[in-house]
């Protein structure tokens, strides 16, 4: 699949925003020890990448009911879904001046259609090292899921299903989606949240 950005300014990848604040003093720590134990710019997107993916639980995995948003609390909890790690992966990278966005999939909830839709969101990383967009999912690797750090051929968690009606959207984000944000903001229990709240489009 072809990836098309949403704004041809770089720059427009490396903002700080409310849900991506890599000015919060933990996010600038890891990020900075990360980035020191790094010989370029490749292996310090590959170890930010993996230790979001990592170390940061996906909440349903877990089955917790707290819900992160921003990339601070992420970092804090060691927890969010899909939504809250691709804030804290973007805010990672972009603290060191990597570009980074938001890429969405909208997959089965379940293994079948009949469980319904829900959007997934992974991240749009630029490197200027080789000139490339490459898509990574942090979201958190358990039996069936292997997403991987690749330069080649891309290995993400969810391999889409078209038979499923299952679909890539093609458009790397400078922000988080307004629908993504908004459920994690207005509401309490994240099991309940993941259950019946997530978005099915964009």
């Not at 990383?125 to 080649?152: C, H, M, P, T």
Request: net charge negative; hydrophobic share 35%; aromatic share 12%.
């Amino acid at each position: 699949m072809e990836l098309t950005c949403e704004s041809s300014n770089l720059d427009d990848y490396l903002e700080e925003t409310e849900e991506v604040d890599y000015g919060h003093f933990s996010i600038k720590d890891i990020s900075a020890e990360l980035y020191s134990q790094s010989l370029n710019e490749i292996e310090f997107v590959k170890s930010a990448f993996e230790f979001v993916r990592d170390n940061i639980s996906h909440s349903w995995d877990i089955q917790s009911s707290r819900i992160t948003c921003r990339a601070s609390e992420a970092l804090f909890f060691q927890e969010g879904i899909c939504y809250a790690k691709s804030n804290l992966l973007c805010a990672l990278l972009r603290c060191q001046g990597i570009p980074t966005g938001f890429c969405y999939q909208r997959l089965t909830l379940g293994d079948t259609p009949d469980t319904g839709y829900v959007i997934h969101a992974l991240n749009g990383v630029y490197l200027r090292s080789i000139g490339k967009w490459i898509r990574l999912d942090a979201r958190g690797n358990k039996i069936g899921v292997d997403a991987q750090f690749s330069l080649e051929e891309e290995k993400l968690a969810f391999p889409i299903r078209e038979v499923y009606e299952e679909k890539d959207y093609p458009v790397i984000y400078k922000t988080p989606n307004t629908k993504t944000t908004a459920v994690l903001l207005q509401n309490t229990d994240c099991i309940t949240m993941y259950r019946y709240g997530l978005p099915s489009d964009l």
